[in-house]
């Protein structure tokens, strides 16, 4: 049985210490997701694009079965504001998602993200100059059919909702991720919750269903590995539930949804 954590960041110095413990817990697929928190111009975006595509294939090596996401992480705005002027702000980002699509499009890597927008407050220009990327990202990416991770403030219902009216009104009606969601299983208005994999979410997800994603976000960081969540956490909620009775076929049917939402 496939078990995927669908949002892993790694670090080349933490690659054997994820593997160590996601593998023997029983874990065999993972959603790999650029750091890209430190980039403040299109060549470090570019670069750090290349350095996970590079990882993926490390892992790959190792036996896991990877899924790539790379693009602009939405936070850089405020740093990158402070440095020269929104306008200019937002041509690097548009340039960033242009170049991450492009090696979509080359099959070297399957979705963008994590993108959006920051998940605190902010001003007034900083959450239009947001609003004018997210806007970007779903009308670049809807024709070519290419998957979104969002990184957002959280969301409830209403919230997930107002995501694909936007997302629709640039074209955009499917492929679209919550990363870090809350369990909004339904009335999400065809948002993909991707859920921390805690024992209470593990146990309120409609397992035998597709349309969700269970995640760790662990953030590649060997020193503190607790941050988020811990690498073995999907497989351990997967190896508690079976030991409580659920029926592996559900789980599976349920795992497997993210070979056909990212094309693997």
């Given at each position: 049985?496939?078990?995927?954590?669908?949002?892993?960041?790694?670090?080349?110095?933490?690659?054997d210490?994820f593997?160590n413990?996601?593998k023997?817990a029983?874990?065999t697929?993972?959603?790999l997701?650029?750091?890209?928190?430190?980039?403040?111009?299109?060549?470090?975006?570019?670069?750090?694009?290349?350095?996970?595509?590079n990882?993926?294939?490390?892992?790959?090596e190792k036996?896991?079965?990877?899924?790539v996401?790379?693009?602009?992480?939405p936070?850089n705005?405020?740093?990158?504001?402070?440095?020269?002027?929104?306008?200019?702000?937002?041509?690097?980002?548009?340039?960033?998602?242009?170049?991450?699509?492009r090696?979509?499009?080359?099959?070297?890597?399957?979705?963008?993200g994590?993108?959006?927008?920051?998940?605190?407050?902010?001003?007034?220009e900083?959450?239009?100059?947001?609003?004018?990327?997210?806007?970007?990202?779903?009308?670049?990416?809807?024709e070519?059919?290419?998957?979104?991770?969002l990184?957002?403030?959280?969301?409830?219902a209403?919230?997930?909702?107002?995501?694909?009216e936007?997302?629709?009104k640039?074209?955009k009606?499917?492929?679209?991720?919550?990363?870090?969601?809350q369990?909004?299983?339904?009335n999400?208005?065809?948002i993909v919750p991707?859920?921390?994999?805690?024992?209470?979410n593990?146990?309120?997800?409609?397992?035998?269903?597709?349309?969700?994603?269970?995640?760790?976000?662990?953030a590649?960081?060997?020193?503190?590995?607790?941050?988020?969540l811990?690498?073995?956490?999907?497989p351990?909620?997967?190896?508690?539930?079976?030991?409580?009775g659920?029926?592996e076929?559900?789980?599976?049917?349920?795992?497997?949804?993210?070979?056909?939402?990212?094309?693997?």
């Open positions: 049985m496939r078990i995927f954590d669908n949002h892993v960041h790694l670090r080349s110095s933490s690659i210490f593997l413990a996601f023997k029983g874990g697929s993972i959603n997701v650029n750091l890209t928190e430190d980039c403040f111009s299109l060549e470090e975006f570019k670069r750090r694009y290349e350095e996970t595509i990882i993926s294939r490390i892992l790959r036996g896991l079965e990877v899924v996401t790379i693009g602009p992480y936070v705005i405020i740093t990158m504001k402070e440095r020269m002027e929104i306008g200019e702000t937002v041509e690097i980002y548009r340039n960033a998602v242009d170049a991450a699509i090696l979509i499009e080359e099959q070297r890597a399957n979705a963008i994590e993108v959006g927008r920051p998940h605190f407050d902010t001003s007034d900083i959450k239009e100059g947001s609003k004018v990327i997210m806007e970007y990202i779903f009308q670049s990416t809807a070519r059919d290419i998957p979104v991770i990184h957002t403030e959280s969301l409830d209403r919230g997930m909702c107002d995501i694909m936007m997302a629709k640039n074209g009606r499917s492929l679209i991720v919550k990363h870090f969601s369990p909004i299983f339904s999400n208005c065809g991707s859920v921390p994999s805690g024992r209470k593990a146990r309120a997800a409609p397992w035998g269903e597709k349309g969700f994603f269970l995640e760790t976000d662990f590649g960081d060997e020193s503190n590995p607790n941050f988020v811990p690498p073995d956490s999907v351990k909620r997967v190896a508690m539930l079976i030991q409580e659920m029926e076929e559900k789980i599976s049917k349920s795992m497997d949804y993210f070979l056909d939402f990212y094309k693997m």
